[in-house]
C-alpha cells in the first residue's frame, strides 16, 4: 500500500521525466536557435526542478532537503545567465531568426559594433 | 540583507537558549525573530524588513506559478504537429536603475519558458527579450512590467 507521499513522488518524478523529455524534443524541433534556446533551458529547469521535488519527498531528510534546495537555487542561477550568454552570442554572430518572426527590435543594433571590431582589426594588423 | 543576517542570528540564538537545534525549532527561533524585528524596527533604522520579507517570499511563489503555467503552455505547442508560435524580439522599457535589480529582473525573464533575454542596452535603460508569442508585443511588454518589475521594485526598494 502506497503512501501518500509515496504517490506524489511518483506524480512529481513522472511529470519532471515529461519535462525534461519536452525540453529534449523542443531543442531537436523548433525552427530557430532563440525558441530552442527557450526549451532546452525552461522546461529543463522545471523538469530539473520536479525530479529534486519527489526525491525530497521521498527521503525527507533535512540533508536531502537541502542539498534539493541548494541544486535547484543554483539551477536557477546559472541556466538564465548560460541562456542569455548563449541567445547573446548567437544574435551578435548573426545568426538568422526564423522566418516567420513577428518584429525584431534589436535590428541593425549590432551592425555598427561588428564594423567597429573589424575596423579594429584593421588598425592593429 | 542585514537585517535578514540578525534574523538568522536571532534564530541560532533561540534554537541555543531553548536547547534544541532542530529545524523546527530553528523556524520557530526565525518567526519569533521576525516579531522581534517588526516590533524594534523603527529603532534599528528599518522599519519595514517584515513586510519587504514577505514580498520577496511573495515574489519567488508568483514565480514559481509563472513557471509552471508557460512551461505547460511551452510544452503544449512543442507536443503539437505544427508550429503555431509567432516569436519576436521586444523591447522592455526598463523602470529599475540598479544593476542587481536588472540582473534579478532578465534572470526571471529567462527563466520563465516564453521569454528569453538577449541582451541589456549599453544605457541600461530597456532589455531585448525574444518571446516565443510576440504576437502581442505592447501587452507582453505590460505583462512583464508588472508580473516581475513592479514587485522587485517594491521588495528591494
Redesign the interface.
Known amino acids: 500500500m502506497a503512501s501518500m507521499i509515496e504517490v506524489l513522488a511518483a506524480v512529481a518524478m513522472v511529470l519532471g521525466g515529461?519535462?525534461v523529455f519536452?525540453a529534449a524534443?523542443?531543442a531537436v524541433?523548433?525552427?530557430?536557435v532563440?525558441?530552442r534556446?527557450?526549451?532546452a533551458?525552461?522546461?529543463g529547469?522545471?523538469g530539473a526542478?520536479l525530479v529534486l521535488l519527489a526525491a525530497l519527498l521521498v527521503f525527507a531528510t533535512?540533508a536531502v532537503t537541502t542539498k534539493a534546495l541548494l541544486v535547484f537555487l543554483f539551477l536557477?542561477?546559472t541556466?538564465?545567465?548560460a541562456?542569455?550568454v548563449l541567445?547573446?552570442a548567437a544574435?551578435y554572430d548573426g545568426v538568422e531568426?526564423?522566418d516567420?518572426?513577428?518584429?525584431?527590435?534589436?535590428?541593425g543594433?549590432y551592425d555598427d559594433s561588428l564594423v567597429d571590431a573589424s575596423e579594429n582589426d584593421e588598425h592593429a594588423s | 540583507m542585514t537585517m535578514f543576517a540578525v534574523n538568522l542570528i536571532l534564530a541560532i540564538v533561540w534554537a541555543l537558549a531553548t536547547g534544541s537545534l532542530s529545524e523546527r525549532n530553528l523556524v520557530f527561533g526565525f518567526a519569533v525573530g521576525m516579531v522581534v524585528l517588526h516590533l524594534i524596527g523603527a529603532a534599528v533604522g528599518d522599519r519595514r524588513y517584515v513586510e519587504r520579507l514577505f514580498r520577496i517570499v511573495h515574489l519567488i511563489v508568483i514565480f514559481l506559478r509563472e513557471l509552471v503555467s508557460s512551461s505547460v503552455r511551452v510544452a503544449g505547442d512543442v507536443l503539437r504537429p505544427e508550429l503555431r508560435m509567432k516569436p519576436a524580439v521586444i523591447m522592455v522599457p526598463l523602470d529599475l536603475t540598479e544593476d542587481a535589480h536588472i540582473t534579478l529582473l532578465a534572470n526571471l525573464i529567462s527563466l520563465t519558458p516564453g521569454t528569453l533575454t538577449i541582451d541589456v542596452a549599453d544605457d541600461k535603460s530597456c532589455l531585448y527579450v525574444h518571446a516565443m508569442y510576440g504576437r502581442d508585443p505592447d501587452a507582453l511588454v505590460d505583462e512583464i512590467k508588472r508580473t516581475f518589475e513592479e514587485r522587485i521594485a517594491k521588495a528591494f526598494a
Not at chain 1, 29 to 32: M, N, T
Not at chain 1, 100 to 107: N, P
Open positions: 515529461f519535462f519536452v524534443l523542443g524541433r523548433l525552427p530557430d532563440f525558441m534556446m527557450h526549451a533551458t525552461k522546461a529547469t522545471l526542478g533535512t536557477l542561477l541556466t538564465p545567465v541562456a542569455h541567445g547573446r544574435y531568426l526564423w516567420r518572426t513577428e518584429s525584431d527590435a534589436l535590428k543594433k
